[in-house]
């Protein structure tokens, strides 16, 4: 029997999609509920599929923003969706001023250091944005 590979995926709503999903909601209908602005997969075992057959399916619900933690590389990988297609970024267009390579630091710095103080050093990353 195949081992599922499953990984975690979260959905990040902001301006005026923010309070459109009840407190609460666990399973976000797409036909009641507008589409994120943003997702988050984190991926461990699922990157192809991540990089590939998901980004596709995100693209077609025009999620606006699309980032896949590689666990295994600990990296952040950072697309927009625009125009039918989709274009790899560096800095995020939806939480502004947000550059992927402090996530790809933190996410280094999270296998060499003790999550509390990358946790204080990322939130002081956030606060100089």
């Known amino acids: 029997m195949q081992k599922e590979k499953y990984n975690l995926i979260y959905p990040i709503f902001v301006r005026e999609k923010a309070n459109a999903i009840p407190h609460g909601t666990s399973i976000i209908d797409l036909d009641q509920y507008?589409?994120?602005?943003?997702?988050?997969?984190?991926?461990?075992?699922?990157?192809?599929?991540?990089?590939?057959?998901?980004?596709?399916?995100?693209?077609?619900?025009?999620?606006?923003?699309?980032?896949?933690?590689?666990?295994?590389n600990a990296q952040a990988i950072a697309f927009k969706i625009i125009d039918g297609g989709s274009q790899r970024i560096n800095c995020s267009q939806i939480l502004l001023g947000l550059e992927i390579a402090i996530l790809n630091e933190a996410l280094r710095r999270n296998r060499q250091s003790d999550h509390s103080q990358v946790g204080q050093w990322l939130m002081q990353q956030f606060q100089a944005i």
């Open 34 to 72: 507008p589409a994120p602005d943003l997702v988050i997969e984190i991926s461990k075992s699922t990157l192809v599929d991540d990089l590939g057959r998901k980004r596709l399916i995100y693209k077609k619900l025009r999620v606006a923003e699309y980032w896949v933690i590689d666990v295994e």
